[in-house]
């Protein structure tokens, strides 16, 4: 069973500084790794797919990278709108998810 | 615009059943894999159950084999969730998800709002 872990559990933020968040496998996934943000009160909404591909209508300063086991999610300047809660997702084998990342106004 | 509108959510007592529906709109329904994906309150998301587009492959997650069923309906557009024996560990939003592509590997490209399961005498 593929374990994910993304690290920092609390990422605390200003708006404008970048963010920069981590995912984990516990044995590759290749590039089957999938981003979603999620704001309270919200279902998750699809960010990045195949590790790097930016989901349609998605503003570019988000970006992610990686293959095999580690993978990261940048935000390269943080809008108000971006604080919300991160799951990474690997849909390959398994389609476990990450316990996710909380993206806090400082 | 792709629309999944989940209901058939509620308050049921531990040991009974619950059948979820996901009412699909603004795509041929008949041509994605879809998924139950649950989030219980203040916790991280779960994969439940996946169903490939035809319906002839489905798949469930360790915490619910034995217990829900996920099947659909493709003259419906509608995708379902049978619950069974349900526990106060079920408490959960649990959200309808498209997947990108007919059967794996895929992602969830578009979410319903969710519907509420509560397990609690």
């Known amino acids: 069973e593929i374990v994910l872990t993304q690290s920092p559990g609390t990422l605390s933020l200003s708006a404008g500084e970048r963010a920069s968040l981590s995912c984990r496998a516990s044995q590759s996934v290749s590039y089957y790794l999938a981003w979603y943000q999620q704001k309270p009160g919200q279902p998750p909404r699809l960010l990045i797919y195949?590790?790097?591909t930016r989901a349609t209508g998605i503003p570019d300063r988000f970006s992610g990278g990686g293959s095999g086991t580690d993978f990261t999610l940048t935000i390269s300047r943080l809008e108000p709108e971006d604080f919300a809660v991160y799951y990474c997702?690997?849909?390959?084998?398994?389609?476990?998810f990450g316990q996710g990342t909380k993206v806090e106004i400082k | 615009e792709v629309q999944l509108l989940e209901s058939g959510g509620g308050l049921v007592q531990p040991g009974g059943s619950l059948r979820l529906s996901c009412a699909a709109s603004g795509f041929t329904f008949s041509s994605y894999a879809m998924s139950w994906v649950r989030q219980a309150p203040g916790e991280g998301l779960e994969w439940v159950a996946a169903?490939?587009?035809?319906?002839?492959?489905?798949y469930h997650g360790d915490s619910v084999k034995g217990r829900f069923t996920i099947s659909r309906d493709n003259s419906r557009k509608t995708l379902y969730l049978q619950m069974s024996s349900l526990r106060a560990d079920d408490t959960a939003m649990y959200y309808c998800?498209?997947?990108?592509?007919?059967?794996?590997?895929?992602?969830?490209?578009?979410w319903g709002q969710g519907v509420l399961v509560t397990v609690s005498s």
């Open positions: 169903i490939t587009d035809s319906g002839g492959d489905t």
């Open positions: 998800a498209k997947g990108n592509t007919e059967s794996r590997p895929y992602y969830f490209d578009f």
């Open positions: 195949a590790a790097s």
């Open positions: 997702q690997h849909y390959g084998s398994s389609r476990a």
